[in-house]
């Protein structure tokens, strides 16, 4: 069986060295560089399974690049890696489209559960518009049509359909929704999702299935027949 790759881009050779250690001990295949243009030339060259990358680089901002790559439509799971862990930098973090973000220091093994959890998951749908039935989500123009009849949602409301259908058919625990979506777990904001969902569903009709509750997991956006 081929084994997983994983790109890590850190300017600090002793971090860049524990990664690769640790992800090799765990029977990943790893490229490690030191600089934005290194891992640009290296998506270019080659495929992997996920990029841990961190977020401040000589030559750049680790944010920066994610968006590119995401302009590029390089779907691969991106956790950024950073010892700002500002919720402001959070969710600039996931705004230019990386799946996960850590903060430093951090726990060898938990960068490994996170890099394991992405790298099953494997690349998100980032299509302009995605069907799910009578559902149309349109990532780039930021809209949502049932049944051709645009339906209207605030912000967060479109936030939390965005992260569920651009991860087709994938359930996301509670904490991870909210988190993309708010930039934060706390209480508030995890009660906030529950009625948030509710009103979603009212909003989409005859879509509402779309949306689905993972008992005691989380949710889903997918359509089946």
């Not at 302009?71 to 862990?85: D, Q």
């Not at 705004?95 to 996170?114: H, I, N, T, W």
């Not at 904001?189 to 009103?199: D, F, H, K, Q, T």
């Amino acid at each position: 069986m081929v084994a997983m790759r994983v790109l890590v881009v850190d300017d600090h050779a002793e971090t860049r060295q524990l990664l690769t250690r640790s992800l090799e001990r765990a029977s990943y295949g790893v490229k490690a560089v030191a600089s934005c243009a290194e891992a640009e030339a290296a998506v270019e060259q080659g495929t992997f399974d996920v990029v841990v990358l961190d977020v401040m680089l000589p030559d750049g901002s680790g944010i920066e690049l994610c968006g590119r790559m995401r302009a590029a439509k390089t779907h691969v799971p991106i956790l950024l890696v950073t010892a700002r862990g500002e919720v402001r930098d959070r969710v600039a973090g996931l705004d230019a489209g990386a799946d996960d973000y850590l903060v430093k220091p951090f726990a060898v093994l938990e960068l490994l559960a996170r890099v394991k959890a992405l790298a099953r998951r494997g690349p998100v749908t980032r299509d302009r518009a995605l069907a799910f039935g009578p559902v149309i989500v349109d990532l780039e123009a930021r809209r949502v049509r049932v049944a051709g009849q645009e339906i209207p949602l605030t912000a967060k409301e479109l936030a939390i359909v965005e992260v569920l259908a651009a991860r087709r058919g994938a359930v996301l625990t509670r904490d991870r929704l909210v988190e993309s979506v708010w930039g934060d777990v706390s209480e508030s904001a995890a009660a906030s999702l529950e009625v948030l969902v509710a009103r979603i569903r009212r909003k989409l009709g005859v879509g509402a299935g779309a949306l689905r509750t993972r008992r005691g997991v989380g949710y889903s956006f997918e359509w089946t027949e």
